[in-house]
């Protein structure tokens, strides 16, 4: 049994939809992130990586990583529960596995437990083009009431 | 991309040489531990319940959780390197993610990354005959020095 | 500023309350544990070792420090919110430090938040006579509906 | 016993040289931070808010919060190793504890351990002027080789 085989609930957006509204209500964050994989309980993060991501040496940064697991697991919660601004990250754990190197991160973001106050997820990244992951996290977003 | 299909190096000890040896180096750990599956990069452990693993309301406990969590992350560290007694854990972190009951409960442990220093891997807990998962742990161990 | 300043909550509930509350409801639990310390925000176990907390090397044992820091929390959540046997961890990450040796370890809990649905704490925790800390823990417990 | 009251190595550096370190090594970090306090085993980073680091509703990022625990734990290590840019964050566990808003945000960074491979720090992170933090972290690096 592993994380790709979880039983999850349906979705309630597609890809589209959450790429336009992260866009919209977060005008502030990299514009170049794309939702290149979406199904019930999985979602995955397209990152192109920028000047302003890197640290000396070319390493892709830990706030890069940080940012682009956070993202990925809010686009996953959302695909599942809809349009919902007022979730919040309350936990996010990440282990730094290998240095980041190259043009470009995808996050594969999978739901562990959706629940009514909180979401737990499992994201791993890596360097498109490299199947050993750079880092790995755990996330939980508190969710606010909902109908 | 999961956990399921990330590179692994190879097996270097088989299940029984585990078993064997987790027997003879902790015998004050549960003897009702068995480790069901292992390929590289992955190790299943299944762990009968018993009266001193619950809480009231027939809750399997916390502690049992990360115990087991903890015995299956260092097994499959265990059977890449050899037997090492001296590894040991750094870090634990695990999310609760449903109440936990039943007979048994199986830990699926994934290696996330194997380097000379540390080993960090991810641990899905569940209880035998539901999918859903109980908790979720990464699990770092610190190596010795290896020839 | 340090855990240690932090603005708290009053206390519900006396020491003694604790320790008669936690040996009726959870029988299974070593009866050894003592609440020693106990102030808004702050609360001291103190874990007498026995030889089932040992692994080879007379190294207390992981899943020892991890029930002492969870139950230190759930103990210190209960001073602020009183006798709630519902409450729950939801997560716990452990950072192990240095090799734990000796009689006795102490678990200091400090609460970082006391919300409505969730609290937050650090645990620090040290063998009784040394200074170092022998593991560090962030605890989360969910919290049942309260009047 | 709290996290303010732990021993602690001797600083090899004092808080000019690591803002000039920073400054040089990281020119794509947001140059605001300062080093306000530091002493062995502590240092507290000061960060004025700007507007890219907020979300809706003017609420102080995430990603900002684990950027500047990061750095904090950094620096720290680095007050206490000396200028050693290879040193690099091996786990970063961060619990959100209240919706954080203002106009400057600081970040205690204290240290757990500083041993010959890891050190593990605690940030604990407010905005000035409210003493209830807004979120905690455990940081651990790995460090490179030393003489």
Same mark, same amino acid.
């Given at each position: 049994m592993s994380i790709a085989d979880l039983p999850a609930p349906p979705l309630q957006l597609d890809a589209e939809t959450l790429e336009g509204f992260i866009r919209a209500a977060f005008p502030e964050? #990299?514009?170049?992130?794309? *939702? &290149? +994989?979406? @199904?019930?309980?999985?979602l995955r993060l397209r990152q192109p990586i920028a000047r302003d991501h890197l640290r000396p040496g070319d390493t892709i940064s830990g706030p890069t990583l940080m940012t682009l697991a956070d993202t990925a697991m809010y686009l996953l919660v959302l695909a599942h529960i809809g349009l919902e601004p007022m979730a919040v990250t309350s936990h996010l754990s990440m282990d730094f596995l290998r240095r980041a190197s190259g043009e470009v991160v995808l996050a594969d973001a999978a739901l562990l437990r959706l629940g009514r106050r909180t979401a737990v997820g499992h994201v791993l990244l890596r360097v498109e083009g490299? #199947? +050993?992951? *750079?880092? @790995? @996290?755990? *996330? &939980?977003? +508190?969710l606010p009431p909902r109908a």
């Open positions: 964050l #990299d514009v170049s992130v794309r *939702v &290149t +994989a979406l @199904a019930p309980g999985h490299d #199947d +050993a992951p *750079v880092a @790995a @996290a755990q *996330v &939980t977003y +508190a």
